[in-house]
C-alpha cells in the first residue's frame, strides 16, 4: 500500500499520462478530419478527363494486349522511357486502376487523391519527429506539425500534381522520401540508443531503401541522400549529438548512406552537361546558359505562388513562360537570381539560429536540383513543387506557436489560413471537374500560350463548334505566327467549315520548313490528315495540299540531322502513297524509313498496313527486306536495355512476325486465288 507521499508523487505522472493520451487522441481526430476536408474538396474534380501526357504514357497499358500475365506484366514495367531508370514502380501502380487501354480516368484519379492525404499523413508524422528532435514542447512539436502538413495538403498549387494522372511519377518520390525521412529517425534514434547494429541496417534501409524505391517511381527520388543530409545536418544532429563511443561509427554511416550516394548524383549531373547542352541546341528554342538564367525566375514564381495562393495559374500550360536571355532580359531575371541565391544563402547562414527555416529553404532549394537546373527539360511546371515545398509550412506553424497572443486566437489564425486554402483548392478543383471549361478556363488565363489555346480549340471541334475553334486559332496565330500546334488544329477546324484557307496552307509550309521542335503528335496529326484528304470533303484540302506539307517537312534544316525526324517522314510519305494507291512508291519509302532505324515495331506497322490496303505480297516482301538488314543500334543503357532484354528473352516479335506473316501469306494466296478465278472467268 502507498504512503500519501509515494501517492502524492505518482499522481501528477498519471495524469500527464492521461493528459498526453487524450491529447494524442485529440491530434488524431483531426489529422482525419483534415484528411477526410481534404477529400471532399478534392472530390469533384475526379470527374475530370485524361490530359496530356497522360495520353503519351497510360497507353502502354495495352500497347501489347491486356496485361493479364507474367510475360505480358514484365513488358509492361518495363516500357517506360522517360528517364533512364523507367519509372517501372509508377507504372506498377496504374496497374490498381486499369490493365488494358482504353481505360476510364475516374479510377486514376481518385488513387492519386489516396496518395495525396497518405503523403498528407506522413508529413504530418515527419514534422512531429523532428519537433521531437528539437526538443520543442508537445504542443510545439504537435501543433505546428498539423498546421505545416494541413498547409501543404490544402494548398491550391498540388491540384495540378493531384489530379494530373501521369504526375503519379511526381507524388511517388515523395511517399518514398517521407518514409525515409521516418526511417532516419527512427534508426538514429535506435543507435543513440546503443543499439548500433540494429541502427546501422535501419540507415541502409531508410537511405539506399527508400532511395531506390523512390528512383524507380521517378528519377528524382535520387535526391532523398541529399534531403536527409540536409535534414541531418540542420536539425538532428545538433539537437541529439551522440556519444563519442557510437559518433564515429555514425559517422561512417553518414558517409556511406548520405554523403557518397549525393556525391555521385552530384558527379551525375555534372557529366549530364555536355549532353544537355547538345541536346538543348537541337531540340529547345533556348540554350543550357539561358536556361540556367531563368530557373531563377522560375523559383522565384514558385515561391509567389506558395505563399500567395490564388485559384487561377497556368496551370499544365508552361509553353509561355520566356526564356532569360541575358541576366538584364526579362528584366526580372537579375533580381529573381539575387533574391534566390540570398534566400539559399539565408539557409546556411541560419541553421544554427533559426534550424527550422533554414532546413525548409535547404531542402526546397535541393528538392529542385534535378529539374530546375541545366537538364534541357521544360522550363517551368508546378508540379516541381510537390516534393521540395513538403517543409515550407512548417516554420510558420511554429512561429504562431511562439507569438505572445492567446491560444484561441493561434488557432483560430490557423484555422482560417487553412479554410482559406481549401477554400482556394476547391474552386481550382471545381475547374478540373469538367474538361471543357477547363479548356476554356485555361484558354482564358493563358492568353500567350499556344497549346492553352490549341487545347480550347480541340475541345471546341469535339462539341462541334469549328467556328469558335477557328475564330481562336486564328488569334492565336496573330501572336505564334509559325507554332504547329496552331497551325495544324487550324487546318483540322477550318475543314471541318468545310474549306481551307490558302494562307492557312502557305504558313503551315512554312512552319513545317522552320520548326526547330516537334513532337509525336505533329506527325500523328498526319495519319488524321491523309484520311481528311482522300475524303474530298475539305475544300482546299486533298492529297497534293498534303504532299506539299511532308515535302516542307523534308527541307527542314533542323530535322535534316535527326534520324527519328526522318524515318518519320519516310514513313509518312509512304502512307500517303499507299493511300493514294501508288503502293510500290510506298513500298519504296517503307523500305527507306526501315534502313534509317530497322526497329521490328516500324517494320510490323508497315508491313500491316501494306496488307491492310490490299497488297499482302507487299507486306511480305517489306519484311523481307526488314530481315536483310543489320540489327537496330543498341537500346540505350537503363531500362530500355533491359526491356529489350525483355522482349528478346519471350521472343516476342519472333512471334509477332511469324504471326504476321502467316496472316499475310493467307491474304496473298487468297487475293491470288481471287484474281486466278477473275481472269478464268474473262
Known amino acids: 500500500m502507498l504512503s500519501c507521499n509515494e501517492h502524492q508523487a505518482k499522481q501528477p505522472v498519471s495524469s500527464r499520462r492521461v493528459v498526453h493520451r487524450l491529447t494524442g487522441i485529440a491530434i488524431a481526430a483531426v489529422l482525419a478530419l483534415l484528411l477526410f476536408c481534404a477529400w471532399e474538396i478534392y472530390k469533384p ?66 488513387t492519386n487523391l489516396f496518395l495525396h492525404l497518405l503523403n498528407g499523413a506522413l508529413l504530418f508524422i515527419v514534422l512531429w519527429r523532428l519537433g521531437e528532435h528539437l526538443r520543442l514542447s508537445r504542443r510545439q512539436a504537435q501543433g505546428p506539425a498539423l498546421f505545416g502538413a494541413g498547409c501543404w495538403l490544402l494548398h491550391p498549387l498540388f491540384v495540378s500534381t493531384t489530379l494530373y494522372i501521369v504526375q503519379r511519377e511526381a507524388m511517388l518520390p515523395a511517399t518514398f522520401v517521407l518514409l525515409g525521412l521516418l526511417g532516419w529517425m527512427a534508426a538514429r534514434d535506435t543507435f543513440a540508443r546503443g543499439h548500433t547494429d540494429r541502427g546501422m541496417m535501419g540507415f541502409v534501409l531508410a537511405a539506399w531503401g527508400c532511395t531506390a524505391l523512390a528512383a524507380l517511381s521517378k528519377a528524382n527520388g535520387a535526391l532523398l541522400p541529399l534531403l536527409l543530409l540536409i535534414v541531418e545536418w540542420v536539425i538532428l544532429s545538433p539537437a541529439q549529438p551522440l556519444s563519442p563511443s557510437s559518433a564515429k561509427k555514425y559517422r561512417i554511416a553518414v558517409a556511406v548512406s548520405l554523403i557518397f550516394p549525393s556525391a555521385l548524383l552530384l558527379a551525375y549531373l555534372f557529366f549530364q552537361i555536355p549532353g544537355s547542352i547538345q541536346t538543348a541546341l537541337h531540340a529547345r528554342d533556348w540554350t543550357v546558359t539561358q536556361r540556367l538564367l531563368s530557373e531563377p525566375r522560375a523559383l522565384v514564381a514558385y515561391l509567389g505562388l506558395l505563399w500567395s495562393p490564388r485559384v487561377h495559374s497556368t496551370g499544365l500550360f508552361t509553353d509561355a513562360f520566356q526564356a532569360s536571355t541575358s541576366l538584364l532580359h526579362p528584366v ?26 533554414a532546413v525548409a529553404l535547404l531542402f526546397y532549394f535541393s528538392g529542385q536540383l534535378l529539374e530546375s537546373t541545366w537538364i534541357p527539360l521544360e522550363l517551368y511546371y508546378e508540379h516541381r513543387n510537390y516534393l521540395p515545398a513538403m517543409l515550407m509550412f512548417w516554420p510558420l506553424g511554429v512561429g504562431l506557436t511562439r507569438l505572445r497572443i492567446p491560444r484561441w486566437a493561434v488557432i483560430l489564425a490557423a484555422l482560417l489560413i487553412l479554410c482559406s486554402l481549401g477554400t482556394l483548392t476547391y474552386l481550382r478543383v471545381s475547374i478540373w471537374s469538367n474538361g471543357y471549361r477547363q479548356a476554356l478556363t485555361w484558354a482564358a488565363f493563358n492568353p500567350d500560350s499556344a497549346r492553352a489555346q490549341a487545347n480550347a480549340a480541340q475541345y471546341d471541334l469535339a462539341h462541334d463548334r469549328p467556328h469558335l475553334a477557328a475564330a481562336r486559332l486564328v488569334d492565336a496565330l496573330h501572336e505564334h505566327p509559325e507554332d504547329l500546334q496552331i497551325l495544324l488544329n487550324l487546318i483540322g477546324a477550318e475543314c471541318n467549315l468545310g474549306t481551307l484557307r490558302p494562307e492557312t496552307l502557305t504558313e503551315t509550309r512554312q512552319a513545317l520548313t522552320n520548326a526547330k521542335q516537334s513532337t509525336d503528335l505533329v506527325f500523328k496529326w498526319f495519319d488524321q490528315a491523309i484520311d481528311i484528304a482522300n475524303s474530298h470533303r475539305c475544300r482546299g484540302f486533298n492529297v497534293s495540299a498534303l504532299q506539299t506539307l511532308i515535302d516542307a517537312g523534308e527541307r527542314n534544316p533542323y530535322w535534316q540531322g535527326i534520324r527519328g525526324r526522318q524515318q518519320d517522314l519516310a514513313h509518312l510519305q509512304g502512307t500517303l502513297d499507299l493511300a493514294s494507291g501508288a503502293a510500290q512508291q510506298a513500298l519504296r519509302e517503307y523500305d527507306r524509313a526501315l534502313s534509317i532505324s530497322p526497329t521490328p515495331d516500324a517494320a510490323l506497322e508497315q508491313a500491316a498496313s501494306l496488307g491492310r490496303q490490299g497488297y499482302p505480297e507487299l507486306g511480305l516482301m517489306h519484311l523481307d527486306y526488314w530481315a536483310l538488314l543489320p540489327p537496330p543500334a543498341r537500346p540505350d543503357v537503363g531500362m530500355p536495355m533491359i526491356h529489350g532484354w525483355v522482349l528478346k528473352r519471350q521472343h516476342y516479335w519472333d512471334h509477332e512476325v511469324s504471326h504476321l506473316r502467316a496472316t499475310l501469306a493467307a491474304d496473298a494466296a487468297e487475293k491470288a486465288r481471287h484474281e486466278a478465278v477473275a481472269r478464268s472467268t474473262d
Request: with cysteine.
Open 332 to 357: 526580372t531575371t537579375l533580381p529573381c537570381l539575387v533574391l534566390a541565391l540570398a534566400l539559399l544563402a539565408l539557409g546556411f547562414l541560419w541553421r544554427k539560429r533559426h534550424p527550422i527555416v
Open 45 to 110: 474534380g475526379l470527374s475530370g478527363d485524361f490530359l496530356f501526357d497522360d495520353f503519351a504514357n497510360l497507353p502502354a497499358l495495352g500497347a501489347t494486349g491486356p496485361i493479364d500475365n507474367a510475360s505480358a506484366l514484365f513488358r509492361y514495367l518495363t516500357s517506360g522511357g522517360n528517364d533512364p531508370i523507367g519509372r517501372p514502380l509508377t507504372l506498377a501502380t496504374f496497374l490498381i486502376d486499369a490493365r488494358d487501354w482504353p481505360a476510364s480516368p475516374y479510377s486514376f484519379k481518385q
